[in-house]
């Protein structure tokens, strides 16, 4: 394993940049990068675990030949290099193929996630001027209520689709040449359009350059430490950024073969693909690591010594969760931090050699400066809180430039601030305390709701957990949590108390909850973040009603 320091010191960025990809930086194409250049082989390049028990190959020549002809199908609807195609597909051969065949022809591959509605698919496709919408049956009937929707090619049209001239999928592409000239593009021109799923407001779009390849593969190779004779399944939809980039691009372009289900994520069907296909490297996010825990005596006879890396991104994970993998399973999990914006950047690296300090997001990926800022915007030593940023000169791998025809108040000075509160340790490491917005004033204190939750979470009663700040005339703020137990738990104010006192004698007299209120369920975004504004909101609701009478 090679040292942490070392590697961050010795970053090379044209020597990665040479040894990543087939050609320059001024001539790139991402099917190539991702496809071509490992046709010749003979490697699979997707397993594919369908919802129903049916199962397929398919190997990067096979994909080759199919991206040609999605391609020349574009080509023929007047799609040009540049245009954006979305695809609105759960995780199955035609997403792929739809990806590739998009950047072979040098246009912008759009992720639409499947639990979108009519809505939220608009203000995407008209944002960006989608010019052609993949989208599969069962999806189908969400565009009849999208004003002005583009053109569409339906995977599993139904004959009544068809016969009023509807395109299929597969009979569209049967009738096109299986050869495509890729077209080649500068490491500046975008290959994925973004949009940041935000808590607040409407998503913002962001291109993603064909350069960010490089940080995707740098971020596959130190931190998950992908190797060539891993079976690896990120468990993220590419409906989303880490599904996307690092269970699609990255993988692909290191000519490693993905792992797609195509169903909702269960304990069982977890379980069972990680046996079927011999998974040793897993990544996902926490709220899936929490449901396993929850079923850790059934996952544990089925699991423990199977996997030998594990990595974590979307929100911090707790203690209990990284001791259970270490004890229940075997396996070391390991926190990574990321957005949209940035890729993955903040990391416990499984690949590279430094201290783990339980709880904390970890060092710097090379290639990247992380520090953390006050709000002068003036670098804060260790021990004090303040906003992590991006020292953007000193960052070659970080590629975000801004939201697409929109001003952002992310960027000052040499600097892009990520909005999340951060706190530097003396190893050099860095500990999230919470989003800014997020972080609790109570008398004087601040809180971080991560630590909160996390003694939560360590009581055998508790699956879930969110903390908010509720306004409080005395305090500023009253730490309050919402808890979602497990099955064999009742609600009950003695059960409340037991919560309160065990995270007081775990924290502090002023960062235990004064009020529980126990909920079926947390609101989370669709990629499963937890939305703490939606609680801390109803909370300023019931006050001002309150006030009112």
């Given amino acids: 394993m090679r040292d942490y320091l070392t590697a961050a010191r010795e970053f090379d960025y044209p020597s990665m940049a040479a040894a990543t990809l087939a050609g320059s930086l001024d001539a790139l194409n991402a099917c190539v990068e991702c496809c071509d250049r490992h ?15 049916d199962s397929a190959t398919w190997t990067f020549a096979q994909l080759q030949q199919a991206s040609a002809r999605f391609a020349n199908y574009l080509h023929s609807r007047g799609v040009r290099p540049g245009d954006r195609v979305a695809g609105l597909l759960p995780r199955t051969p035609e997403l792929l193929v739809t990806i590739l065949g998009t950047w072979r022809l040098g246009a912008v591959y759009q992720p639409l996630f499947t639990a979108f509605g009519p809505k939220a698919i608009e203000h995407r496709i008209a944002t960006a001027g989608t010019r052609l919408l993949v989208v599969d049956a069962a999806n189908r009937d969400k565009l009849d209520e999208v004003q002005d929707a583009p053109a569409v090619l339906t995977v599993g049209a139904t004959a009544g689709a068809a016969a009023a001239g509807e395109a299929d999928f597969w009979a569209e592409l049967e009738r096109q040449s299986d050869c495509f000239e890729p077209v080649l593009r500068s490491g500046e021109d975008p290959f994925l359009l973004m949009f940041t799923s935000g808590t607040t407001g409407l998503a913002k779009p962001l291109a993603v350059p064909l350069k960010a390849i490089l940080a995707f593969v740098g971020y596959l190779r130190e931190a998950v430490d992908l190797r060539e004779d891993d079976a690896f399944w990120n468990l993220a939809d590419p409906g989303w950024a880490y599904g996307l980039y690092y269970a699609v691009t990255g993988p692909l372009a290191m000519g490693h073969a993905t792992t ?7 304990v069982e069907s977890t379980c069972r693909i990680i046996r079927k296909y011999g998974i040793n490297n897993l990544a996902g996010s926490p709220t899936a690591y929490r449901l396993l825990l929850a079923a850790r005596e059934e996952v544990e006879a089925q699991l423990k010594g199977r996997l030998r890396a594990v990595s974590s991104a979307g929100e ?6 990284i001791r259970w993998f270490a004890s229940g399973l075997g396996v070391t999990i390991h926190d990574h931090y990321g957005q949209t914006e940035l890729g993955m950047v903040l990391c416990n690296h499984h690949a590279l050699a430094h201290p783990v300090r339980l709880g904390a997001a970890g060092f710097a990926v090379p290639g990247h400066r992380v520090v953390v800022l006050d709000e002068q915007q003036r670098e804060l030593p260790a021990g004090q809180p303040g906003i992590l940023a991006i020292d953007r000169p000193n960052s070659p791998l970080c590629w975000f430039a801004g939201y697409q025809g929109m001003e952002t108040r992310a960027f000052v000075g040499d600097y892009y601030l990520s909005g999340d509160t951060v706190e530097l340790n003396e190893d050099g490491s860095i500990s999230f305390v919470g989003r800014s917005d997020d972080v609790i004033t109570t008398s004087g204190y601040r809180v971080g709701p991560f630590d909160v939750e996390s003694a939560l979470i360590e009581h055998p009663a508790v699956i879930e957990a969110a903390v908010i700040g509720k306004p409080d005339p005395e305090r500023t703020e009253l730490v309050k949590a919402f808890v979602v137990l497990h099955g064999q738990y009742a609600a009950s104010a003695e059960l409340g108390e037991a919560l309160k006192q065990h995270v007081r004698k775990r924290l502090s007299a002023h960062a235990y909850p004064r009020e529980v209120e126990f909920v079926d369920e947390l609101p989370k975004t669709p990629s499963g973040k937890i939305q703490r504004f939606l609680l801390r909101n109803q909370e300023i609701a019931k006050a001002q009603a309150a006030a009112a009478h």
């Fill in 316 to 321: 911090p994970l707790t203690p209990e969760v």
């Fill in 260 to 266: 797609f289900y195509e169903g909702s994520f269960t």
């Fill in 39 to 53: 046709a010749d082989s003979g490697r699979v390049a997707l397993f594919w675990e369908g919802r129903d028990g």
